[in-house]
């Protein structure tokens, strides 16, 4: 039958569906191993960030000569959705977001074009285009403490953790923050420096001219040619200190004449704790494509040891160790071992201890100490492993339910058999589409398990229909493919055609949610295939039976006579050549025997293959062999299961038939009552949309509970790293003494790096907080709150909650404020912020206009610095080299540079008094101070300047809790509708909303 034909070569070709099947799951298996392990699908956010530095300048400088240049240049690149500047002390951030599918290399080109058109002033640094990637997230953090000092512990932390992980696969990089940095400090005195008639930029410029290793060209004298070679790097302090910077009536004028030398620290940036104690934390980045379960095992395994490393270090392996070096000894005194066998015996276990001794924590000095502050791979392996367990229980369920319905043990086994087929097939098209393992994809699997049985259930049936009527084995197979073969396929593109679609939605969405429909796609057609010549091919092998083959095939499978038959057929090939020459005339019978040695040779080297081709198909053969075993060892199980259930099948039964009768009734009276039905589906349907579909909370992605929540605090700008380090850690010791906390790690400051947040810095700070395993998600919000309500003490602080995701760049709520006045925008951020505060689960409302950073304004005097001929950009220069100083060179310690610091004695520049007489005029006969040229005012500028497409404003938000994200936007619309806002300012909410 042509119709019926591609369904019967399941009956007629069994042994070729089956290797299929085998090399299928063989392939999805090897694809299954490659997948990378992750929490979530990989998300890329169509965002870019163009962060450029302005050492020593206000917000006001910094968006006048910076972020609105750049703002105008930027604003017409091509499917740019919106362009925000943020403008610091020091620093602009220009945030754009793109278009969802807008190919962001070709966008950051463009950007990269239009910023060198531009000219930056010239101490602006040349700006970086840093990719928002949630991957930037170290993936783990390790805290390192110990009894030394923070500057040595940073140096171990340098020269041992951070150069042993480097080279570890699968890691991107390793960043080590806190502690201390060394740097040689040159402190000068400020008198001694004007006594002397110096400028520092003259010191600054002898220390670079005498700090260098030059390569000074090649001499030959005879037949030795010599390389020539300037080494005048400094050694030692001494060395700095011994430089002549002047000479004065004939002496030569030393460095440390005039400025104290010594070896110290760089100004504090971060500061780290572990526990309340200072430490140096070591971030540990993977790469893009890597597994981050198994990168996090290679470091803990370098770090920590292997479990056979730390067994080797346990009681009775030292004690067996020391056994057996006495064992040897008396051996070797006594005779029976050789000293050559000794020593060899000693050189083995040298190894064995290198070997076993070969990872950081064995190598750090006494007493230093690593904890693992936060891992990301120990989430996610719970994850993945929680949902992979649901899904097994999942389909057994299901195996049981199908079991229950159709009564049939065997039938119930060939049903099994195609979830585990079905999963392995999806595995390698999931590899090959780039869909990594992660709760998405295997939800999506979870989710496909119940529905990749359909399609078996109903080709099942519709055979075992067939075999009822009177039809063979084959024949009904084929018949009752056939016959539900075109519904099976429509309803499993039905299907299809729901899912697939959302591989195209755009936003996040769409990219979380792609590789949940990838993967019930790839299934669903994994089990249309199987369920369409798979289950055909099995339903159509009588298994237990009777069969005249049976104990034939059993010798056949087992027989080792294929050996034999290849030597028979080599054998019978060459006694057939020998014939062909002996038939042969003359010339031909020549030319065979030219090719004797070619036809044996090639007769010699296929014979192994022959073999081999053969062991292969035995073992295939022994692998369907052991597939057909298991359905029948399931086949008999379920049987038995029959008889143990009896009773309960029975209760069953009677249960099912009544719910039979009852439907059968309802249906009955419905089609009596066709407009009572319709009306009244249609009224659920409109109290459904008008009642309960508002109610329905809606939020992007729910929070998570992972044991683990980061509490930031943040006090005004321009507050110390010290004051704030004392704040964060009174917060910490809240959270140290409860009995759920497990430990706690403490950053304050920021690196100004590009995978630091553009508002952290000296007056912010992160406590990680990690609770006691099996803490739930109540313990959580009891510990929260006591570090909440104590925070609510302290004056001027800010708090913000966050947890370990990877899913969202806005905060769950945002309202930007837009408005020009600096002064009215204040006013209207504090109103946004007092109306928002009093709406109930709406918390951590914090705006970004804040308090200002104090700063000390400069005004000089133009007609009087005129007068005295001193150009007012070199004054201005000066004064920032002598309070912020400057580095001319580095030191060489074996492979490190150290900075050196030029600037003024502290003594010199601790307040306003010592800047307003600072001389201005070095080498003057006169000294000038800075205040007869310049008037000094204390102020407070704007914490920072913001624009949202490219119109001043601000953002007020907040994070959400025991209320939906809906509801609570919802509230905070009506909360602001009457709110009076300075004239000329209006609001838009926007966040994860």
Not at 631 to 650: D, R
Not at 872 to 884: D, F, G, H, P, T
């Amino acid at each position: 039958m042509k119709k019926d034909s591609h369904f019967a070569i399941a009956t007629r070709r069994p042994v070729s569906v089956l290797m299929v099947v085998l090399a299928v799951c063989v392939f999805g298996y090897v694809s299954y191993q490659k997948l990378p392990l992750t929490l979530m699908p990989d998300i890329s956010y169509p965002t870019l960030t163009v962060r450029t530095e302005y050492p020593g300048t206000a917000p006001q400088e910094v968006e006048a000569q910076i972020s609105e240049r750049f703002e105008q240049q930027l604003g017409v690149v091509q499917y740019l959705n919106k362009i925000t500047s943020i403008s610091r002390a020091d620093q602009s951030d220009i945030l754009l977001e793109f278009a969802w599918g807008a190919d962001m290399s070709e966008a950051a080109q463009s950007i990269r074009e239009k910023l060198d058109r531009l000219r930056l002033p010239r101490d602006a640094k040349r700006p970086l285009i840093l990719r928002y990637d949630p991957t930037l997230d170290p993936i783990m953090r390790i805290g390192m403490t110990g009894p030394y000092p923070l500057d040595q512990l940073r140096l171990y932390a340098e020269e041992i953790v951070q150069r042993e992980l480097e080279g570890e696969e699968g890691l991107a990089a390793v960043k080590v923050i806190g502690g201390l940095e060394e740097e040689y400090q040159v402190r000068i005195s400020e008198d001694k420096l004007v006594s002397l008639n110096l400028d520092i930029q003259t010191i600054n410029t002898r220390l670079a001219q005498n700090n260098v290793n030059l390569p000074g060209g090649r001499l030959e004298e005879g037949r030795i040619r010599y390389s020539i070679r300037t080494l005048n790097e400094f050694k030692s302090m001494q060395d700095i200190g011994s430089i002549v910077i002047a000479q004065k009536n004939g002496v030569n004028v030393q460095l440390n004449d005039i400025a104290v030398i010594e070896r110290s620290h760089k100004d504090i940036e971060i500061e780290t704790f572990v526990n309340g104690r200072e430490s140096v934390e070591i971030e540990i980045y993977k790469e893009a494509d890597a597994n981050i379960v198994e990168a996090a095992k290679g470091v803990r395994e370098k770090l920590y040891g292997t479990q056979k490393q730390r067994n080797y270090f346990n009681q009775d392996a030292i004690e067996a160790r020391e056994q057996r070096r006495a064992e040897i000894r008396q051996e070797v005194r006594s005779g029976k071992m050789s000293l050559s066998q000794g020593r060899r015996e000693a050189a083995l276990a040298e190894r064995e201890e290198r070997l076993m001794t070969d990872y950081v924590a064995y190598k750090l000095p006494e007493g230093c100490e690593l904890q693992t502050l936060t891992d990301q791979s120990v989430f996610i392996k719970q994850s993945i492993d929680e949902v992979r367990g649901n899904a097994i229980v999942g389909g057994g369920i299901a195996v049981f339910v199908i079991f229950l319905f159709l009564r049939n043990a065997g039938h119930t086994a060939i049903i099994g058999i195609t979830i585990p087929v079905s999963i392995l097939a999806t595995f390698a098209p999931m590899q090959l589409s780039g869909v990594s393992l992660n709760i998405i994809s295997l939800g999506g699997l979870a989710l496909g398990v119940g529905m990749l049985v359909d399609n078996s259930i109903v080709v099942l049936e519709s055979i075992f229909r067939c075999r009822e009527e009177g039809d063979d084995f084959v024949k009904s197979t084929i018949r009752g493919v056939s016959e539900v073969g075109g519904a099976v396929v429509a309803s499993t593109l039905t299907t299809i055609s729901v899912f697939f679609p959302i591989v195209f939605v755009e936003g996040v969405a769409g990219q979380i949610f792609g590789d949940m429909a990838l993967t019930v796609v790839f299934s669903l057609m994994a089990s249309l295939i199987v369920a369409l010549y798979f289950i055909p091919m099995l339903a159509s092998r009588k298994f237990g039976g009777k069969s005249d083959s049976g104990a034939g095939g059993w010798k056949t499978l087992f027989s080792l006579s294929f050996l034999g038959e290849s030597w028979r057929k080599f054998s019978t090939s060459l006694s057939d050549y020998h014939a062909l020459i002996k038939r042969s005339f003359w010339p031909s019978r020549i030319l065979w025997s030219l090719c004797y040695p070619l036809v044996l040779t090639i007769l010699i080297l296929t014979l192994p293959f022959r073999i081999t081709m053969c062991l292969v198909g035995k073992l295939l053969a022994f692998s369907a062999f052991l597939m057909m075993l298991i359905v029948v060892a399931l086949a008999w199980v379920g049987k038995t299961l029959l008889w143990i259930l009896y009773p309960f099948l029975k209760l069953f039964d009677r249960v099912l038939s009544g719910l039979v009768i009852l439907y059968r009734r309802l249906l009955d009276w419905a089609l009596n009552n066709k407009l009572f039905i319709v009306g009244g589906a249609f009224a659920a349907f409109a109290a459904t949309i008008i009642f309960v579909y508002p109610k329905l909370g809606s939020e992007l992605i729910p929070k998570v509970h992972q044991g683990e929540f980061n509490f930031h605090v943040k006090l005004p700008v321009g507050t110390p790293i010290e004051e704030t380090t004392l704040v964060a850690q009174t917060i910490e010791a809240v959270a140290l003494e409860s009995e759920y906390v497990d430990r706690t790690a403490l950053l304050i400051g920021s690196d100004g790096s590009a995978s630091a947040e553009a508002d952290e810095g000296e007056n912010t700070g992160t406590i990680t907080v990690a609770l006691i395993e099996g803490a739930d998600e109540v313990i959580e919000m009891l510990v929260l709150e006591e570090m909440r309500d104590f925070a609510l003490g302290i004056p001027d602080l800010e708090v913000e909650i966050s947890y370990p995701e990877l899913f969202s760049v806005k905060d769950p709520i945002e309202v930007e404020i837009y408005g020009h006045d600096l002064d009215d925008m204040k006013v209207a951020s504090s109103m946004v912020v007092a109306a928002m505060n009093g709406i109930p689960g709406v918390v951590d409302v914090r705006s970004s206009i804040q308090k200002g950073n104090p700063e000390v304004q400069v005004i000089y005097d133009r007609q009087r610095l005129a007068q005295l001929g001193l150009p007012l950009r070199a004054v201005a220069e000066l004064i920032r080299n002598k309070i912020q100083g400057q580095v001319p060179t580095e030191f060489q310690q074996r492979d490190r540079q150290i900075d050196i610091m030029v600037r003024l004695d502290e003594q010199d520049r601790m307040n306003l008094s010592d800047l307003r007489e600072i001389v201005v005029n070095p080498r003057g006969e006169v000294p000038i101070p800075l205040s007869s040229v310049a008037e000094l005012r204390v102020r407070e500028g704007p914490n920072e300047i913001r624009h949202l497409d490219q119109q001043r404003g601000g953002v007020v938000s907040a994070n959400v809790e025991e209320v939906s994200l809906s509801e609570a936007t919802l509230m905070i619309e009506e909360a602001l509708y009457d709110l009076e806002l300075p004239l000329g300012f209006e609001y838009n909410v926007t966040g994860q909303a």
